[in-house]
């Protein structure tokens, strides 16, 4: 990534199940406490794997900031303009903006860029037809008639995958590069990588990135137990008994500068960002390789973007999904590029679950916020590591951080595979 080693993090935001800014949320994962529990959003009685990370006293009005906009936005785009905005705020990008003249204003908000990331996989967005095929009886004339009586009028509008890319602009004023993210788990990942890159690149002077995602609802459920990929109760990665993986929602952002952009507005870094690396196995939608090439090529990438030997990684928060397949070759890819030399490994997702598309956007985020703390925290449910992986270091109880820079690890449907290399203040 070069370009004076990374882009500088003036800002971050985060929401999940598990708090409200990734303070609140870092305090529940180094307690031990997670937010899986019973899925509240609908009647779970007999379902087989009821439980995920829902934000509970859910206000879309208060988080979104303008009750207006919940006619053309959904529970998605509501988190993610939140966590956008926090990120926006603690950054002071607007206080600045508003001490410049007209013309220096106006460039300052055209060099300003925006990116985000989604799962884009939610089925609710169809859910507005159910009452609709019902009044019609099916298909057929009565569907068309019945159309308006039925169908939110902004339907269209709610749903389109470029909401928070638009919101977020709009409230802000920023008018420069922007890229709306679809890739699954990676793809909040990806927004914070095309973020640095643009401006590393000179397309921008910051940016927003954020990674937002909402899928916990009865067809993504339904389908990812019908994959074999649910836990019955706890998420437990790198667990000897791990069964697979739970659901969670909210978002991550942050924003990201050039130094020079920082150094200007004498905004205080939180970090860096030091580089990314991305990689496929192109194995198919579900399949993934058992020897880890996938992750293992992610991370050398990123390594070698970010200019860091791997003896400078002080942490490694791991995708650790709780899946056997994924955590079994994602630890041999880690054991594979650190050997006997790795440094600590964790995962969050056993207290927040899995936020897919805004996975790697807000472990990124919380990453942060662990070094700033100089902890690694720990996986509580974590009992026994499983032997065939036994030399990977995870513990149940946090331990302390030697090394200010930490590696993050994504992972996504058709063998998709993320890596960032962050550094703190």
Not at 17 to 44: C, F, K, T, Y
Not at 62 to 77: F, H, N, S, Y
Not at 155 to 163: C, I
Not at 216 to 229: D, K, R, S, T, W
């Amino acid at each position: 990534m070069s370009a004076g080693r990374g882009v500088v993090v003036t800002g971050s935001g985060a929401i999940c199940g598990a708090g409200r800014s990734p303070a609140a949320i870092v305090d529940a994962i180094v307690e031990g406490a997670s937010a899986l529990a019973p899925i509240a959003s609908w009647d779970m009685t007999g379902w087989p794997r009821p439980v995920a990370a829902e934000i509970r006293e859910y206000n879309a009005g208060a988080l979104a900031g303008d009750r207006k906009l919940l006619k053309l936005i959904r529970r998605t785009d509501v988190l993610g303009l939140y966590a956008a905005g926090e990120a926006v705020a603690q950054s002071g990008f607007n206080a600045h903006r508003g001490t410049l003249g007209e013309a220096a204003a106006a460039e300052f908000s055209e060099r300003t860029g925006l990116y985000a990331g989604s799962g884009g996989g939610n089925y609710q967005n169809q859910y507005d037809y159910l009452p609709l095929i019902e009044a019609a009886g099916g298909a057929g004339p009565a569907f068309g008639a019945e159309l308006s009586a039925n169908v939110n009028p902004m339907w269209l509008l709610r749903s389109l995958p470029n909401n928070v890319l638009c919101h977020v602009g709009i409230r802000f004023g920023i008018k420069g590069p922007n890229a709306c993210v679809t890739n699954h788990s990676v793809g909040g990942m990806l927004a914070i990588a095309e973020a640095a890159a643009g401006i590393v690149d000179g397309e921008a002077d910051r940016a927003v990135a954020v990674g937002h995602d909402t899928p916990i609802e009865p067809q993504n459920v339904l389908y990812y137990h019908g994959a074999g990929l649910l836990a019955r109760e706890a998420l437990r990665p790198f667990d000897v008994n791990r069964d697979g993986s739970l659901m969670g929602e909210g978002a991550g952002a942050l924003m990201v500068e050039s130094p020079a952009s920082a150094a200007a507005r004498g905004a205080r870094p939180l970090g860096r960002v030091l580089g990314a690396g991305q990689a496929t196995e192109a194995e198919g939608l579900l399949a993934i390789r058992d020897d880890g090439d996938g992750p293992r090529r992610a991370i050398e990438a990123a390594l070698a973007d970010a200019g860091v030997d791997r003896g400078d990684i002080g942490m490694i928060v791991a995708h650790g999904n709780g899946t056997p397949a994924s955590d079994a070759s994602e630890a041999r890819a880690i054991l594979e590029v650190f050997g006997a030399r790795c440094p600590p490994v964790t995962a969050f997702k056993w207290a927040i679950g899995h936020l897919i598309g805004a996975a790697g956007a807000i472990e990124t985020v919380l990453a942060f916020e662990a070094i700033a703390r100089g902890v690694v925290p720990g996986i509580a449910p974590l009992e026994r590591v499983d032997p065939a992986f036994a030399a990977l270091p995870v513990a149940r109880t946090a331990r302390a951080l030697a090394a200010p820079v930490a590696l993050v690890l994504s992972r996504g449907f058709g063998s998709t595979d993320a890596a960032l290399v962050v550094r703190g203040a």
